[in-house]
């Protein structure tokens, strides 16, 4: 049946300072449903549904999170859906260590709160090892940076090292080029 609380629950507290606050005090860095599992929040699914939670601010906006059993057992976050996987928008995180943004409108925004392009990135970024841009491959790119397509370059350019090509066009609209040895 159905229990009603009309206060907070405190599970290893007297003080609870929210409806339900689970308080520990030990060195166990281990989840729940480890052997020695003694404390946390579990929810745990023996059947073929998900083990899901919810977040709702009511009238406006919910976000489904857990782990959806019909999709590999992958952790997915859905927005404004009734379960797991459903609209066209979420984010995965599976066993194999892959992590997706999936969906028609699924964009990314990095150092900004507004994503204009699929990946928006606002700030610095490194690559430490290879880069590919354009021909997408399931491959390693065989160089530093790799660039399958037509490239544009507003600013200035500046190479240390030789330059190989098949073809070198320089532009009619360029009034000279200069060599400069370094």
Same mark, same amino acid.
Do not use: W
């Given at each position: 049946? +159905? @229990?009603?609380? &009309? =206060?907070?629950? /405190?599970?290893?507290?007297?003080?609870?300072?929210?409806?339900?606050? $689970? #308080?520990?005090?030990?060195?166990?860095?281990?989840?729940?449903?480890?052997?020695?599992?003694?404390?946390?929040?579990?929810?745990?699914? =023996?059947?073929?549904?998900?083990?899901?939670?919810?977040?709702?601010?009511?009238?406006?906006?919910?976000?489904?999170? /857990?782990?959806?059993?019909? =999709?590999?057992?992958? *952790?997915?976050?859905?927005?404004?859906?009734?379960?797991?996987?459903?609209?066209? @928008?979420? #984010?995965?995180?599976?066993?194999? /260590?892959?992590?997706? *943004?999936?969906?028609?409108?699924?964009?990314?925004?990095?150092? &900004?709160?507004?994503?204009?392009?699929? $990946?928006?990135?606002?700030?610095?970024?490194?690559?430490?090892?290879?880069?590919?841009?354009?021909?997408?491959?399931?491959?390693?790119?065989?160089?530093?940076?790799?660039?399958?397509?037509?490239?544009?370059?507003? /600013?200035? *350019?500046?190479?240390?090292?030789?330059?190989?090509?098949?073809?070198?066009? @320089? +532009?009619?609209? @360029?009034?000279?080029?200069?060599?400069? &040895?370094?």
């Amino acid at each position: 049946g +159905s @229990v009603h609380i &009309s =206060d907070n629950i /405190g599970v290893n507290t007297t003080a609870p300072k929210s409806q339900l606050h $689970l #308080f520990r005090d030990d060195s166990i860095t281990h989840g729940p449903a480890q052997t020695a599992g003694t404390g946390g929040l579990l929810i745990e699914q =023996d059947g073929t549904g998900d083990a899901v939670m919810e977040f709702l601010t009511t009238g406006a906006q919910n976000y489904i999170m /857990g782990i959806d059993n019909s =999709d590999g057992d992958v *952790l997915k976050i859905t927005p404004g859906q009734f379960k797991l996987g459903d609209g066209t @928008v979420h #984010f995965t995180y599976g066993s194999t /260590g892959i992590m997706t *943004l999936q969906g028609t409108s699924a964009r990314l925004a990095i150092g &900004s709160d507004t994503a204009n392009l699929d $990946l928006d990135v606002t700030g610095f970024g490194q690559v430490t090892e290879r880069f590919r841009i354009g021909k997408g491959g399931s491959s390693t790119p065989d160089n530093t940076l790799e660039v399958h397509g037509s490239g544009l370059i507003t /600013g200035s *350019l500046t190479v240390e090292g030789d330059i190989t090509a098949q073809n070198f066009i @320089v +532009s009619s609209s @360029v009034t000279s080029i200069t060599y400069q &040895s370094l």
